[in-house]
C-alpha cells in the first residue's frame, strides 16, 4: 500500500502528525495472516479503479478514505466487519478530522455491506468500486474467488458455501448490480456473465 498516498489523503481531508501512526495501523491489519482475499492488495485494486472512474464520477476524499478503511477488520464468520471497520476509523480519526467528514466516510465503509443497491451517489461510488472485481476476465475471477473461500475456517463448509452463493443470487436479483451508469456500462454484463457461470458450477458440484 503507498504511504505517500494515504498520508496526502489524510492531511488533505484535515489530518496532521498523526497519520504515520494511522497508516501503520492500517497496514499492519491488512497483513494479517489469515487474510487471502481482503488484503492490501484489494485495497490497491479498489485504489486503481477509484483512479480510473473519478475522472467522470469526480474525485472524493471521502469515497477514497472509505476504500482504504473498508476491509481494515476482518474476521473470520463475523458478520459485522464493515460496522467494526466504520468503528476503526471513527476511532483513528476523532479528534483530528471533522464531524461531518467522519460521518460521511462511515456511511460510505457501511455501503460496502452491499445489502442493497445504495440510493446516494458515493455510496453508489463506493459498492461498484468494491464490486468491480466481479468482472474481472474469468480466470482472475476464479483466482479472486478461491482466495475468499480461502478465508473460511472450513474450505468446505457448507453454510460458507450457502452464505456466499445466497449474496450472488441477490446481487443478480437487482435491477443492476453496480449503481452508476458508468459501472454499469463497462462491467454489468461480464461480472453477471461470472456470477451465473459460478453459481451454475456450484450447483453442478452439489449433485
Not at 70 to 93: L, T
Not at 142 to 149: E, G, H, K, Q, T
Amino acid at each position: 500500500m503507498d504511504a505517500h498516498r494515504f498520508n496526502e489523503l489524510w492531511c488533505r481531508s484535515g489530518g496532521g502528525i498523526e497519520v504515520d501512526e494511522v497508516f501503520e495501523a492500517l497496514a499492519t491489519r491488512y497483513q494479517e495472516p489469515h487474510r487471502h482475499y481482503h488484503t492490501g492488495a484489494h485495497v490497491q485494486s479498489c485504489l486503481d479503479t477509484y483512479d480510473w472512474a473519478e475522472s467522470v464520477l469526480g474525485r472524493s476524499d471521502a469515497v477514497e478514505m472509505a476504500l482504504w478503511f473498508h476491509d481494515v477488520v476482518f474476521c473470520i464468520g463475523r458478520s459485522d466487519n464493515e460496522a467494526q471497520s466504520a468503528e476503526f476509523f471513527r476511532v483513528f480519526a476523532g479528534g483530528h478530522l471533522s464531524g461531518v467528514f467522519i460521518n460521511k466516510v462511515t456511511a460510505l465503509i457501511m455501503a460496502t455491506c452491499h445489502r442493497e443497491l445504495p440510493a446516494e451517489p458515493d455510496s453508489r461510488f463506493v459498492a461498484d468500486v468494491d464490486l468491480a472485481e466481479l468482472a474481472r476476465p474469468w480466470r482472475d475471477f476464479m483466482v479472486a474467488y478461491r482466495s475468499l473461500c480461502a478465508e473460511s475456517v472450513d474450505s468446505a463448509d457448507a453454510d460458507r458455501l450457502k452464505r456466499q452463493q445466497a449474496f450472488f443470487k441477490r446481487l443478480l436479483g437487482w435491477p443492476s448490480i453496480f449503481g452508476t451508469t458508468l459501472f454499469q456500462s463497462r462491467y454489468e454484463r461480464v461480472a453477471r456473465e461470472n456470477i451465473q457461470r459460478l453459481l451454475f458450477s456450484a450447483d453442478l458440484s452439489s449433485t
